[in-house]
């Protein structure tokens, strides 16, 4: 498994969306390191959980040595690190997995829920005019990402699905018209399942290079346990997200 553990303060630490926290880390060699679509394994520091949670990186400041993330509390181990405060020290082991490619061209992302954190981070990595980001939630709280998006992207398409906040529909709903602008040289995507497969299926039938990062549950993290699998399309069995992962080539992977 490759990675280091990396310990670091805290520098700011805050509540964004509903159940959403977003906390910046002083954690130099991880923010000099990381790739967009890999992910930090924070220990939860109580004492009694041993295994580490993964969460994704959705941002870095090399130059601050600061490295951000997003995290919704779904369970005792987020619920414990949203209480931490700025000062408190978080023990990182990272960063793990392989990456979204981020080829030269246009690059577009679609992103849901805390899976729009990677994208953020390909998007806060892309050069200016280089990718068009569609994110979408199910109401206008949901969708505070928009808020820390680069303004130099060359579009972001905001969805809600009760209308609330920019146009009434899916984030997938863009695309055939991204599409028919102009050529794309890949998708990246990042969020609940049925969006990741939407996506792949306009992708492929459009002939565009498709990748998804899966966040599935994690034990081990390290090949063993192998509670993070998923099937492979050519039928030879499974993938491990924490081994392969978590970014695949949709053609590769049963969404
Ligand atoms: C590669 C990767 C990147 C991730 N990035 C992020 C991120 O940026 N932000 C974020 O908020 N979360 C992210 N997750 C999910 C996050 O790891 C889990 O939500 C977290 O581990 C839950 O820990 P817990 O102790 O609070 O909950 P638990 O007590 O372990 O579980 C509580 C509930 O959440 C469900 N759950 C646990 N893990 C997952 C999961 N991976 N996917 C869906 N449901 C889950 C459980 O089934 C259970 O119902 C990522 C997961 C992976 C594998
Ligand atoms: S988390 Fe155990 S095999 Fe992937």
């Known amino acids: 498994m490759a990675g280091y553990i990396e ?7 805050e509540l964004v969306g509903p ?28 004492g009694t959980r041993i295994l580490r ?7 870095t400041d090399p130059g601050r040595g600061i490295t951000e993330i997003f995290y919704r509390v779904v369970g005792k181990g987020t619920e414990i690190l949203s209480h931490l405060k700025a000062g408190d020290v978080v023990d ?13 061209g246009h690059i577009v992302g679609v992103g849901g829920g805390v899976g729009i954190a990677p994208i953020l981070f390909t998007a806060r990595r892309t050069q200016p005019g280089q990718m068009t980001v569609a994110i979408g939630g199910r109401n206008k709280e949901e969708v505070f990402w928009k808020d820390f998006f680069p303004q130099t992207l ?20 863009a695309l055939p018209d991204i599409f028919a602008k102009g050529p794309v040289a890949e998708v990246v995507t990042c969020g609940p399942g049925i ?14 290079p498709c990748e ?44």
């Open 92 to 104: 990182s082991l990272g960063p793990l997995g392989n990456g979204f490619t981020i080829p030269d």
């Open 7 to 13: 310990k670091g303060a805290i520098r700011r630490h």
């Open 53 to 59: 949670r993964p969460i994704s990186i959705a941002g």
């Open 195 to 208: 969006m990741m497969r939407k996506t792949a299926e306009l992708a492929e039938a459009a002939g565009i």
């Open 154 to 173: 060359r579009e972001l398409i905001v969805t809600t699905d009760d209308g609330s906040y920019g146009v009434k529909g899916f984030a997938i709903a």
């Open 19 to 46: 159940e959403i926290w977003r906390m910046e880390i002083e954690l130099p060699r991880t923010a000099r390191d990381a790739k967009p679509g890999q992910f930090i394994d924070i220990r939860i520091p109580d």
């Open 212 to 255: 998804a990062s899966l966040e599935r549950r994690m034990g081990c993290g390290t090949g063993g346990c192998l509670a993070c699998v998923c099937d492979r399309r050519d039928g030879k069995g499974h993938y491990k997200v924490c081994l392969n992962g978590p970014v695949f080539n949709t053609k590769e992977v049963i969404l």
